[in-house]
């Protein structure tokens, strides 16, 4: 009979150096707030990654404003809106109840802004820039409030 090579899992060691990782990377935070922001990271991750192999926010076969044609159209604008809209059903998620009507005002204002782009690429990816730049400042303002 030939020799079997059996593989056994380090499960304790592996979940004992992921938890000292984890540690070291975000020592002021508690373990909750911590596994909190990580799965938000996760999520976010998993679910770019899946909308990002399947279209828009929104049904392309229902786009009647030259943005959202663009949008449909051109493959960088559709995975920059994925990504954003992403991030903001995420931010709404994760933000205070006071700071959800904030966060949606805003999005209605970029909205109005990214319409009066048209067509025009240039235009449309920096409105999407700007509004993923804003995002990304919204999660780190969630770090640092996590923060003792």
């Not at 996760?42 to 828009?56: D, K, M, S, Y």
């Not at 809106?81 to 009507?101: N, W």
Request: proline letters at 3%; a negative charge.
């Amino acid at each position: 009979m030939a020799n079997r090579c059996e593989i056994k899992p380090r499960l304790s060691a592996s979940v004992e150096e992921h938890s000292h990782r984890d540690a070291v990377s975000m020592p002021h935070l508690s373990i909750s707030e911590e596994i909190m922001i990580k799965s938000a990271m996760v999520a976010a991750t998993f679910l770019f990654a899946v909308t990002t192999a399947t279209a828009a926010s929104f049904d392309c076969d229902k786009a009647s404003t030259p943005d959202e044609k663009a949008i449909c159209d051109t493959r960088n604008l559709n995975d920059a809106d994925v990504r954003m809209s992403t991030m903001f059903d995420l931010a709404t998620r994760m933000a205070a109840m006071g700071e959800r009507d904030d966060l949606r005002a805003a999005q209605t204002r970029w909205l109005e802004t990214r319409a009066k782009c048209n067509g025009d690429l240039a235009c449309l990816k920096g409105a999407y820039d700007q509004r993923i730049s804003e995002l990304d400042k919204t999660f780190l303002d969630f770090e640092e409030r996590a923060a003792p």
